[in-house]
């Protein structure tokens, strides 16, 4: 039976239908897991691919096996507005990380298919692989889109699947050809404009009572996975403090001063959050009486804004020196990886800002601490928007909470500022 979506009854009754669905096909333990380029991940794309053409809707899978549902416009010639996001979950994950986008975007097109012609064409895209759990590489669908999916991404071996990325692309029926050749697939070559719903994965919509919030920009980061203080081991009882070379305290003594760093960065208005989420030493070698002469540690620099990543960075790694050898110790910094931040122009946050207050719906303007297809889109040069849902306990876990009243508000949204994108 075909869907019509014009009231919000309707589309909370969709969504419920469509996430449970979801769901059952990919059920795990109590969370589901969708990984990218499975039989869980196949079977959500098949959903998508027939509740859209059960609506008379056009579907066509990329060489990636991104899934496109289309709805044409007035002008064939134009540029379409693409709304995207993911139908992949890390392992046990929530239902709706990624998810919630594409339904999103599911509806959107029913609703419009039966309110409005739109000048430009609307294209919803599901990505594929967006979660980095799976092959080690984030936004494999939508980096395939833009022609950025590095070859050694390719070979990297997934420890779930064991197979490379590239033998699951093979199952899957993608065509190697362009991907490996780095060229952008056809689709991505007449996008006027990229749009993703998403649920936020952090606390500040909750906290704020607000049931959508307008993305600022896409945090990117600078992470140094393994650095290493390299000091003196000792008896704990035997070395006086003048004496020693103590990793341990020269690695918290240099993340205490990249804190303050941290706090002068906030008062000076810049979008920062730091982390060292590893920080061990040797438990091959640590005692509680020896004076730890080793400390392995990571630190993980975000920003939506890539001279204050440069910046905090070059600071962080000139203090270490500096903390390194008042204590006679030695700092091995190591490779450093980065995520370029995504940005999000002015006029396009207060397009979505405007349209969300316009229909009656509290929201804020945000930064995402978390990477999207999104970023990948706006890396190629593709303007993009994102408009956040409220979701309770986070993300990538099976505490998931996305309100279906707050995920229709998100759909509302959404065909609004697609409606003013594709006049
Ligand atoms: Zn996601």
Request: aromatic share 6%.
């Amino acid at each position: 039976m075909r869907v019509s979506l014009v009231t919000s009854a309707d589309c909370a009754g969709f969504g419920l239908e469509f996430f449970e669905a979801l769901r059952y096909l990919s059920a795990d333990n109590g969370g589901v897991s969708r990984g990218g380029y499975s039989a869980a991940e196949d079977a959500a794309h098949t959903l998508l691919a027939n509740y859209a053409s059960r609506n008379g809707l056009t579907v066509s899978i990329d060489e990636a096996c991104n899934t496109w549902v289309e709805l044409p416009g007035t002008d064939s010639s134009a540029d379409a507005i693409v709304i995207g996001s993911h139908l992949d979950s890390v392992r046990q994950g929530g239902n709706y990380d990624g998810a919630a986008g594409v339904v999103g975007g599911l509806a959107m097109l029913f609703r419009l298919q039966d309110t409005t012609q739109l000048r430009r064409p609307v294209r919803l895209v599901a990505f594929r692989g967006e979660e980095a759990a799976w092959f080690g590489t984030c936004y494999i669908g939508s980096r395939a889109l833009v022609g950025t999916l590095e070859s050694e991404m390719l070979d990297a071996v997934s420890p779930e699947y064991r197979i490379s990325l590239r033998e699951a692309l093979q199952e899957a029926g993608a065509d190697l050809g362009p991907i490996e050749a780095n060229t952008a697939l056809s689709a991505s070559k007449s996008i006027h404009q990229y749009f993703e719903m998403h649920i936020e994965q952090g606390p500040l919509l909750v906290a704020a009572d607000c049931p959508v919030g307008v993305v600022t920009g896409i945090r990117g980061n600078y992470r140094y996975p393994a650095i290493t203080w390299l000091g003196e081991a000792g008896h704990s009882g035997a070395v006086s403090r003048n004496l020693r070379h103590d990793a341990v305290l020269g690695a918290t003594e240099w993340l205490t001063t990249v804190e303050r760093l941290w706090i002068d960065e906030e008062v000076a208005g810049a979008d920062l959050v730091v982390t060292a989420g590893i920080f061990s030493t040797d438990p091959m070698h640590h005692a509680v009486t020896r004076i730890p002469d080793s400390v392995r540690m990571s630190l993980d620099i975000r920003s939506v804004d890539v001279s204050t990543l440069q910046r905090v960075s070059e600071q962080a790694m000139e203090l270490a020196s500096q903390i390194a050898s008042r204590r006679g110790l030695e700092v091995l910094v190591g490779e450093r990886v980065d995520t370029m931040p995504a940005s999000i122009d002015t006029d396009t946050v207060s397009m979505i800002y405007d349209t969300a207050l316009g229909l009656g719906y509290p929201a804020m303007k945000l930064p995402s601490g978390a990477g999207h297809d999104a970023a990948a889109l706006g890396a190629a040069g593709i303007p993009i928007g994102m408009i956040f849902v409220r979701n309770e306990n986070g993300s990538h876990n099976a505490q998931e909470a996305l309100d279906i009243d707050d995920f229709c508000v998100g759909v509302d949204v959404l065909t609004e500022v697609t409606k003013r994108a594709a006049q």
